[in-house]
């Protein structure tokens, strides 16, 4: 274990395998100092932070792997009859990228493999980047100073989706045509511009003869261009900042603690690396996905019963089938709402909500302090309960995606399920809010209560009274410290003179606005030690019981004090 104190780490000897490639580097380029740092850097080692690393090392695959595809892929709509090894198909017209698809997955050694494992591991960079990213909003490490890393992480997400899109539509089978399908309808409803960008993506009226092609531009040299771009500058941010890192002993905002780059996280990481591929190859090797030769080759005519998205689209296919049908006609012209709000309001939501939430907190809380020590969920309730009303928001409609086939496995009628949806949508988040609030609370007392009072220690003791009480023992050390290091949310202050008048900046509308706002979010809403009867931290006597359970032998920690 490492301890890093600023930018100057406080470690052992430096191994050989770190002294002797410096020393060589030092004499002929003069990097020696520049490698012996950077190879001593301090990365805390708390499980959650490898989350981050998922999605790192599956967008690594994928590059391998998109590679190898690259070389026996064809991006044209060119028609061939199929003569291949897969006997179904045979004497079937379909465009070259279809049949460049089959080839690869039939004739090419290896190739169905390694197309399932890329398919594998978008998924996986995507849920990667979500379960990482939530873990960063709920411990609050967008934080100063790493506003900018949690902006460049939601344009990462951004460009994953719509990288996956692309990659989803290249081998123009039926069930990717079916999405391609629905992006044009997206792209033609869009006010002034749709039919431009309809055009400019289909080079004419759809399906066109280009769309693959520029798809496959789009997927294969500028947007993973652009990835490579912001995973290294997201990268290189948090290199250069100081690592957040979880409540504990020892553990404050001037220090890191944990173990050095070398050889401690670098084995780490290439563990986890060989991991991540390992799980990758055998849901590649065992678990079929996109069989694009059940599906056929695409046609405009035809559609296939029960298609569904991969998962990251399925909320905007949800919140498609529970869009009431809505137009507005204009001056002559027709605004089909009906296609314009679902595919562009539920993702604007969470990705507008997303790059604003650290510049809006600041503004509420008035907090301009930096942060290198993370909070625990429950000890911010409210920025808790927004997130997972934004994961019940998203939920419901990637759950509603799947309305046909919910009805046809349940039996449930589809008007039904599409009706408790378009309820749902708006009061779900609504509940899901008020139940994490008071989980939150009730965490928090809970945390306070092993402070005050201590742990179970399944030791039963006779007072002399007659009753019988459970003796408590302190924490643990280490967990003791987790609890203590919450700190109250920052609050702006009341700041009226005394004559009760705000200053200049809060008296207005929005002054107003903002100090209410701040006095709900900010502030210790369960002080952590003293005994608690409500939300606000009420300072009353927890009673003869409870005071019973907080009695201890002295040989135990805590001595008999009746």
């Given at each position: 274990?490492?301890?890093?104190?600023?930018?100057?780490?406080?470690?052992?000897?430096?191994?050989?395998?770190?002294?002797?490639?410096?020393?060589?580097?030092?004499?002929?380029?003069?990097?020696?100092?520049?490698?012996?740092?950077?190879?001593?850097?301090?990365?805390?080692?708390?499980?959650?932070?490898?989350?981050?690393?998922?999605?790192?090392?599956?967008?690594?695959?994928?590059?391998?792997?998109?590679?190898?595809?690259?070389?026996?892929?064809?991006?044209?709509?060119?028609?061939?009859?199929?003569?291949?090894?897969?006997?179904?198909?045979?004497?079937?017209?379909?465009?070259?990228?279809?049949?460049?698809?089959?080839?690869?997955?039939?004739?090419?050694?290896?190739?169905?493999?390694?197309?399932?494992?890329?398919?594998?591991?978008?998924?996986?960079?995507?849920?990667?980047?979500?379960?990482?990213?939530?873990?960063?909003?709920?411990?609050?490490?967008?934080?100063?100073?790493?506003?900018?890393?949690?902006?460049?992480?939601?344009?990462?997400?951004?460009?994953?989706?719509?990288?996956?899109?692309?990659?989803?539509?290249?081998?123009?089978?039926?069930?990717?045509?079916?999405?391609?399908?629905?992006?044009?309808?997206?792209?033609?409803?869009?006010?002034?511009?749709?039919?431009?960008?309809?055009?400019?993506?289909?080079?004419?009226?759809?399906?066109?003869?280009?769309?693959?092609?520029?798809?496959?531009?789009?997927?294969?040299?500028?947007?993973?261009?652009?990835?490579?771009?912001?995973?290294?500058?997201?990268?290189?941010?948090?290199?250069?900042?100081?690592?957040?890192?979880?409540?504990?002993?020892?553990?404050?905002?001037?220090?890191?603690?944990?173990?050095?780059?070398?050889?401690?996280?670098?084995?780490?990481?290439?563990?986890?690396?060989?991991?991540?591929?390992?799980?990758?190859?055998?849901?590649?090797?065992?678990?079929?996905?996109?069989?694009?030769?059940?599906?056929?080759?695409?046609?405009?005519?035809?559609?296939?019963?029960?298609?569904?998205?991969?998962?990251?689209?399925?909320?905007?296919?949800?919140?498609?089938?529970?869009?009431?049908?809505?137009?507005?006609?204009?001056?002559?012209?027709?605004?089909?709402?009906?296609?314009?709000?679902?595919?562009?309001?539920?993702?604007?939501?969470?990705?507008?909500?997303?790059?604003?939430?650290?510049?809006?907190?600041?503004?509420?809380?008035?907090?301009?302090?930096?942060?290198?020590?993370?909070?625990?969920?429950?000890?911010?309730?409210?920025?808790?309960?927004?997130?997972?009303?934004?994961?019940?928001?998203?939920?419901?409609?990637?759950?509603?995606?799947?309305?046909?086939?919910?009805?046809?496995?349940?039996?449930?009628?589809?008007?039904?399920?599409?009706?408790?949806?378009?309820?749902?949508?708006?009061?779900?988040?609504?509940?899901?809010?008020?139940?994490?609030?008071?989980?939150?609370?009730?965490?928090?007392?809970?945390?306070?209560?092993?402070?005050?009072?201590?742990?179970?220690?399944?030791?039963?003791?006779?007072?002399?009274?007659?009753?019988?009480?459970?003796?408590?023992?302190?924490?643990?050390?280490?967990?003791?410290?987790?609890?203590?290091?919450?700190?109250?949310?920052?609050?702006?202050?009341?700041?009226?003179?005394?004559?009760?008048?705000?200053?200049?900046?809060?008296?207005?509308?929005?002054?107003?606005?903002?100090?209410?706002?701040?006095?709900?979010?900010?502030?210790?809403?369960?002080?952590?030690?003293?005994?608690?009867?409500?939300?606000?931290?009420?300072?009353?006597?927890?009673?003869?019981?409870?005071?019973?359970?907080?009695?201890?032998a002295a040989g135990e920690g805590r001595s008999l004090d009746r």
């Open positions: 274990m490492s301890t890093e104190t600023g930018n100057r780490p406080e470690t052992a000897e430096i191994p050989k395998a770190v002294s002797g490639p410096s020393s060589y580097l030092d004499e002929r380029i003069g990097a020696g100092n520049f490698i012996r740092r950077n190879m001593r850097k301090v990365f805390p080692d708390h499980w959650s932070f490898l989350l981050g690393e998922i999605a790192l090392y599956s967008f690594i695959i994928l590059l391998l792997t998109g590679t190898f595809l690259t070389l026996w892929f064809k991006p044209s709509m060119g028609h061939v009859i199929y003569d291949g090894p897969y006997a179904p198909l045979r004497g079937v017209m379909m465009s070259e990228a279809y049949a460049s698809s089959l080839h690869i997955s039939f004739e090419v050694r290896g190739g169905l493999l390694i197309r399932q494992i890329h398919h594998w591991a978008a998924l996986l960079f995507v849920a990667g980047m979500m379960a990482h990213m939530l873990r960063v909003f709920f411990t609050g490490a967008y934080r100063k100073p790493r506003e900018l890393n949690w902006i460049i992480g939601v344009l990462l997400l951004t460009l994953a989706l719509a990288e996956g899109l692309t990659g989803y539509s290249l081998p123009d089978d039926l069930l990717s045509g079916a999405g391609l399908r629905i992006t044009q309808g997206v792209a033609i409803s869009l006010p002034l511009v749709g039919t431009y960008v309809s055009f400019f993506l289909f080079g004419g009226e759809y399906p066109g003869e280009d769309v693959i092609s520029r798809f496959y531009t789009l997927h294969v040299l500028l947007i993973p261009g652009i990835l490579v771009a912001l995973v290294t500058a997201h990268m290189v941010l948090m290199w250069v900042q100081k690592h957040s890192q979880q409540p504990g002993k020892g553990r404050t905002n001037m220090n890191v603690v944990g173990g050095p780059f070398f050889p401690s996280f670098a084995l780490k990481a290439g563990s986890y690396f060989l991991f991540t591929f390992a799980i990758l190859a055998g849901l590649g090797t065992f678990a079929q996905i996109n069989p694009i030769w059940l599906f056929g080759p695409y046609t405009p005519a035809d559609i296939s019963a029960g298609s569904q998205p991969d998962f990251y689209m399925g909320f905007l296919e949800g919140s498609l089938r529970i869009m009431p049908a809505w137009e507005i006609n204009v001056l002559g012209y027709t605004l089909p709402m009906s296609v314009i709000i679902p595919a562009l309001l539920p993702l604007g939501l969470v990705m507008t909500g997303l790059a604003l939430y650290p510049f809006i907190e600041q503004w509420v809380t008035g907090d301009r302090s930096e942060h290198h020590v993370v909070d625990r969920p429950r000890n911010n309730p409210h920025r808790t309960s927004i997130g997972m009303s934004a994961i019940t928001f998203y939920g419901l409609l990637w759950l509603l995606g799947a309305n046909d086939e919910l009805a046809a496995n349940f039996h449930i009628s589809l008007f039904a399920i599409t009706r408790f949806g378009q309820v749902a949508i708006i009061v779900g988040p609504i509940l899901a809010y008020i139940i994490t609030y008071r989980m939150c609370l009730g965490l928090q007392r809970k945390d306070a209560e092993v402070i005050g009072h201590g742990v179970e220690s399944g030791v039963i003791k006779r007072l002399p009274h007659g009753e019988f009480i459970e003796v408590h023992v302190p924490p643990a050390e280490d967990i003791e410290a987790h609890m203590r290091g919450k700190t109250p949310i920052p609050a702006l202050p009341d700041g009226s003179d005394k004559k009760g008048i705000p200053p200049k900046g809060m008296r207005g509308p929005l002054g107003r606005l903002r100090g209410r706002m701040s006095r709900s979010y900010g502030g210790e809403k369960i002080p952590m030690d003293q005994p608690h009867g409500d939300d606000h931290g009420a300072h009353e006597e927890i009673g003869e019981h409870e005071e019973h359970a907080a009695v201890g």
